[in-house]
């Protein structure tokens, strides 16, 4: 803004200024009406053999009127340098208006000679900004155990190839000794039962009158060699069975004992796990929370220095407004002119 244009005291207001310079114009138009197609000389026109007198048809500049052209050239020359100057002090007002309400803050800042505006950083841009980090696990989360197997089948099939033959080996002795020695339906078991019935009951008829039929049974074997292979295949049973079940505790005790330990192992390292999230959790809501003092330290202090700007802006534009225009020495006299004649339009 041009300062030696403008004046808090004195001086004519913005609308006095627009006023007398739409009047000096009306002023300078006139002037120029006066200077338009100017002539200095008088035109006749006669008829022909007409006998009549010549007729005036256009009159030039009389001698006063040729002595007034200087004069009428100051006054268009005042004029327009009166209004030149007060349209120029308007649009310097205007714009300057514009300017201050257009002006950001950072400009207002740098212009007042103040600290740049502040800038509240998100939560990642401040870490950057501050060197910190956020904590995170040291200790890897540990992986559960596989729960316990219960399946039989699955247990043996994870068996070395030894064991796992030997027992197959077992199991389809057991499973034949079962079938043929155990059972109480098994065959030789029943065909053993039958022996001893016959033992006891050597004869049986069947029909009767001329058509009976006698039945004698007379042992094929020893009952002794019956009994002890009988017994023997029996013990074998028991002992196969003994041993096949000894496995398939032996595998559920292993599986039992290893999920024991892989559970404990677990729970060990859970603990830890656990313990450590406790730590981080606790440190990474205290940086939060530091940074979220930070945050409301900088958002309050821009907001502060916002309100300033803004009350900067709101006064400045008042103060702006209230000034007016200073009427230098070059142009007094035609503002003085021009002020007398609109005092006259206002009578």
Same mark, same amino acid.
């Given at each position: 803004m041009k300062k030696e244009l403008f004046t808090e005291k004195g001086g004519i207001s913005m609308t006095s200024a627009q006023y007398l310079s739409n009047l000096g114009q009306e002023k300078a138009k006139e002037a120029k009406e006066k200077l338009s197609h100017p002539s200095f000389y008088n035109t006749y026109i006669k008829l022909v053999d007409s006998g009549s007198e010549k007729t005036l048809m256009s009159q030039g500049l009389i001698e006063s009127d040729l002595r007034d052209i200087p004069k009428l050239l100051e006054v268009i020359s005042k004029m327009n340098a009166f209004t030149a100057y007060c349209r *120029?002090? =308007? #649009?310097? #007002? @205007? *714009?300057? /208006?514009? #300017? =201050? !309400?257009r002006m950001k803050i950072e400009d207002w800042l740098k212009y007042s000679g103040r600290e740049p505006l502040p800038k509240a950083l998100g939560f990642e841009d401040w870490l950057e900004e501050t060197g910190k980090t956020i904590a995170e696990h040291k200790i890897p989360e540990p992986e559960a155990p596989d729960p316990e197997e219960e399946n039989l089948a699955v247990l043996v099939s994870r068996l070395g190839i030894d064991e796992y033959q030997r027992y197959l080996e077992l199991d389809s002795r057991a499973a034949v000794l079962g079938k043929y020695?155990? @059972?109480?339906?098994?065959? %030789?078991?029943?065909a053993r039962r039958q022996y001893l019935e016959k033992l006891t009951k050597r004869l049986s008829k069947e029909g009767t009158g001329r058509d009976t039929c006698i039945y004698e049974y007379c042992p094929s074997v020893e009952k002794k060699v019956l009994e002890e292979v009988? *017994? !023997? /295949?029996q013990k074998e049973y028991r002992e196969? !069975?003994? #041993? %096949?079940?000894k496995m398939r505790f032996d595998l559920r005790e292993a599986e039992a004992k290893r999920y024991t330990s892989d559970k404990a192992e677990y729970d060990k390292k859970l603990s830890e796990y656990d313990k450590e999230a406790k730590e981080i959790s606790v440190f990474n809501k205290n940086l939060r929370s530091e940074w979220s003092d930070y945050y409301k330290s900088v958002s309050s202090e821009i907001y502060k220095i916002s309100g300033e700007f803004y009350s900067w802006q709101v006064s400045e534009k008042n103060r702006v407004s209230k000034l007016k225009i200073i009427i230098p020495k070059a142009l007094q006299e035609t503002y003085e002119y021009l002020e007398s004649l609109g005092k006259k339009e206002g009578e």
């Amino acid at each position: 803004m041009k300062k030696e244009l403008f004046t808090e005291k004195g001086g004519i207001s913005m609308t006095s200024a627009q006023y007398l310079s739409n009047l000096g114009q009306e002023k300078a138009k006139e002037a120029k009406e006066k200077l338009s197609h100017p002539s200095f000389y008088n035109t006749y026109i006669k008829l022909v053999d007409s006998g009549s007198e010549k007729t005036l048809m256009s009159q030039g500049l009389i001698e006063s009127d040729l002595r007034d052209i200087p004069k009428l050239l100051e006054v268009i020359s005042k004029m327009n340098a009166f209004t030149a100057y007060c349209r *120029e002090a =308007i #649009k310097d #007002k @205007d *714009e300057t /208006l514009r #300017k =201050i !309400s257009r002006m950001k803050i950072e400009d207002w800042l740098k212009y007042s000679g103040r600290e740049p505006l502040p800038k509240a950083l998100g939560f990642e841009d401040w870490l950057e900004e501050t060197g910190k980090t956020i904590a995170e696990h040291k200790i890897p989360e540990p992986e559960a155990p596989d729960p316990e197997e219960e399946n039989l089948a699955v247990l043996v099939s994870r068996l070395g190839i030894d064991e796992y033959q030997r027992y197959l080996e077992l199991d389809s002795r057991a499973a034949v000794l079962g079938k043929y020695v155990h @059972d109480n339906d098994a065959e %030789l078991v029943v065909a053993r039962r039958q022996y001893l019935e016959k033992l006891t009951k050597r004869l049986s008829k069947e029909g009767t009158g001329r058509d009976t039929c006698i039945y004698e049974y007379c042992p094929s074997v020893e009952k002794k060699v019956l009994e002890e292979v009988f *017994e !023997s /295949l029996q013990k074998e049973y028991r002992e196969v !069975s003994a #041993k %096949l079940n000894k496995m398939r505790f032996d595998l559920r005790e292993a599986e039992a004992k290893r999920y024991t330990s892989d559970k404990a192992e677990y729970d060990k390292k859970l603990s830890e796990y656990d313990k450590e999230a406790k730590e981080i959790s606790v440190f990474n809501k205290n940086l939060r929370s530091e940074w979220s003092d930070y945050y409301k330290s900088v958002s309050s202090e821009i907001y502060k220095i916002s309100g300033e700007f803004y009350s900067w802006q709101v006064s400045e534009k008042n103060r702006v407004s209230k000034l007016k225009i200073i009427i230098p020495k070059a142009l007094q006299e035609t503002y003085e002119y021009l002020e007398s004649l609109g005092k006259k339009e206002g009578e």
